[in-house]
């Protein structure tokens, strides 16, 4: 990405920013936290260790900033107006080698470095878990889940399939295989597209 | 954990060997495996690094055996006859302290050091796989889960809630607390201990 214009001369702040930032999250899925330095960042986005240091006091700050702007696109939050949707997203997440690896290393980050995950989840996971809640209780409401669902244990349940997927799944898992896999995931929490759960004794409707 | 007797004089063989795997245990709990080393290991045992390196030629290979010692008990699997037996046991895992980092610490070496999580695999997850697996098949069989339930996708649902659990909820999660958290899994998963998915029109049995 660019690494040897880099080296080819100092970059300006701004270059520099975002070389930083792409070094430290390549370092962070290479490496992990823990065997990331602030050095190798320096090194690979071709400034000096003290262009680092201006911006950030300590390698826990650079890994927080580069996983707040590894998750801070525009959400495209009101899109996810179903559970179909939802299901798209995770198939997309699941189906990238790049995204496997990357929350592999933020689930293995929670011991050492816990500012790294609460920032995924202050950017990330927070604010889609309500979209998501939301989803799934109009799923429930029209059928597609029991009436007795609990949101928050299905979206438990669909995160914790995702972290046992990355765990035993090859990287090289295509969509559909991916898909396959969320599809049974979700038929066993009850989901059925159909709304097979609407109460066949509903109270009549006024005609 | 007797380091100071060690301190005083070097441990025999067998006491060596005892010794260096609990250092090693320790320190993969408290560090990870990328933050362990065999000189740290060695030291924490009150042993030279030679008296490691006659065992084990690299840190990986330190670490296999610790994993396979932290494993190897004989397993109660006959025990685990039923659905409420298999909460019991993962109940008692998400509210070990101890347990809940030593897992965390085993998702986090996925990534590096795949040959732990093989282990790992090997000596406890496929042997109870298999006994768990035919615990599901039973209960389905007695109407405890919805008749098309696939053991498998539940196994891997429940393992899956596991990590979300160890991921959001604080180690000092009580027994109690673990047990709501994964009968509102097993709920949404189909379970009903009363049997309630028994099909209501089986063939009349001959008197």
């Known amino acids: 990405m660019g690494t040897d214009d880099r080296a080819a001369g100092r970059p300006r702040s701004r270059e520099a920013d975002v070389a930083i930032l792409d070094a430290?999250?390549?370092?962070?899925?290479?490496?992990?936290?823990e065997?990331?330095?602030?050095e190798q960042v320096a090194r690979r986005a071709g400034v000096t260790r003290a262009t680092v240091y201006r911006r950030y006091p300590d390698k826990i700050r650079l890994l927080v900033a580069t996983i707040e702007a590894a998750y801070a696109e525009p959400?495209?939050?009101?899109?996810?107006?179903?559970?179909e949707h939802m299901l798209t997203g995770w198939v997309t997440v699941l189906s990238d080698p790049r995204q496997?690896?990357?929350?592999?290393?933020?689930?293995g980050a929670i011991e050492d470095y816990p500012e790294l995950v609460h920032a995924?989840?202050?950017?990330?996971?927070?604010?889609?878990?309500?979209?998501?809640r939301s989803v799934l209780e109009r799923a429930r409401d029209r059928g597609q889940f029991p009436a007795d669902t609990v949101p928050d244990v299905v979206l438990n349940l669909i995160i914790g399939a995702g972290w046992q997927h990355l765990a035993i799944h090859a990287d090289s898992c295509t969509a559909a295989e991916a898909e396959k896999f969320l599809r049974a995931v979700l038929h066993q929490l009850g989901y059925r597209p159909d709304g097979h759960?609407?109460?066949?004794?509903e109270p009549p409707v006024k005609q």
Not at 100 to 107: A, I, S
């Open 100 to 107: 496997r690896r990357l929350l592999r290393r933020l689930y």
């Open 24 to 33: 430290a999250l390549d370092l962070f899925i290479e490496r992990g936290a």
């Open 120 to 132: 995924y989840q202050r950017l990330f996971g927070q604010q889609r878990a309500q979209v998501r």
């Open 75 to 83: 959400l495209p939050t009101p899109e996810i107006d179903d559970v």
């Open 35 to 38: 065997a990331t330095s602030v």
């Open 197 to 201: 759960h609407h109460q066949p004794f």
